[in-house]
């Protein structure tokens, strides 16, 4: 399978809405209660127009969603987050999304 990585777009607001308040995802985050809509979006539009934040969605080549890396740069380190899609998961496929990412 390959993955093809695009920069995330306004339109996938609801995506990114999905896959951060999966069950699974709330477990394994700082914060384990769901989030809300309106705070999601509102975090999604900053970090889409944030200089200093890039949001790369991975599909496949016949356009299923597969996963997200987001790396966010500030002075002394860059941060990187990565999530799967629940039909993804148990495939070794985190790395390569972040593999990918860092190219």
Same mark, same amino acid.
Request: hydrophobic share 40%; glycine share 6%; with cysteine.
């Given at each position: 399978?390959?993955?093809? /990585?695009? /920069?995330?777009? &306004?339109?996938?607001?609801? %995506? ?5 308040? *999966? /069950?699974? @995802?709330?477990? =394994? #985050?700082?914060? #384990?209660? &769901?989030? /809300?809509?309106? +705070?999601?979006?509102?975090?999604? +539009?900053?970090?889409?127009? *944030? &200089?200093?934040? %890039?949001? !790369?969605?991975?599909? +496949? *080549? ?11 740069? #500030?002075?002394?380190? @860059?941060?990187?987050?990565?999530? %799967? *899609? ?6 070794? %496929?985190?790395?390569? !999304?972040?593999? =990918?990412?860092? +190219?």
């Amino acid at each position: 399978m390959q993955l093809i /990585p695009r /920069p995330a777009a &306004p339109a996938d607001v609801r %995506l990114y809405f999905d896959w951060a308040n *999966d /069950p699974a @995802t709330r477990r =394994q #985050s700082f914060h #384990s209660e &769901p989030i /809300p809509f309106e +705070t999601h979006e509102r975090w999604f +539009t900053n970090k889409l127009n *944030d &200089p200093n934040a %890039l949001l !790369l969605l991975f599909e +496949t *080549d016949a356009g299923e969603a597969v996963g997200q890396v987001r790396f966010e740069r #500030s002075e002394t380190e @860059t941060v990187v987050g990565v999530s %799967l *899609d629940a039909r993804f998961r148990g495939r070794g %496929l985190a790395s390569d !999304l972040i593999r =990918q990412g860092c +190219t």
